[in-house]
């Protein structure tokens, strides 16, 4: 999810993990987690959405 707590890690973390990560992972941001929450909620009442993963295709 693209946030600033990457930016939260010591600098020795944020330049051997977090940078090539988000430099080669396309991040997801707020909308696809808003279209997975309204997907859930949407779903007919006899319906139960138990677990629902949200991740970006580059981790799948």
């Known amino acids: ?3 600033e707590l990457g930016s939260h890690n010591k600098p020795e ?3 051997a993990m977090i940078t090539p990560f988000y ?3 396309e991040v997801l ?3 696809d987690i808003a279209d997975g929450v ?4 949407t779903r007919p009442r ?7 993963w949200i991740m970006p295709t580059d981790q799948a």
């Open 46 to 52: 006899h319906t139960s959405v138990g677990e629902l």
């Open 29 to 31: 941001a707020p909308d």
């Open 13 to 15: 973390i944020q330049g």
């Open 23 to 25: 430099e080669t992972t």
């Open 38 to 41: 309204a997907y859930m909620v």
């Open 1 to 3: 999810m693209d946030t």
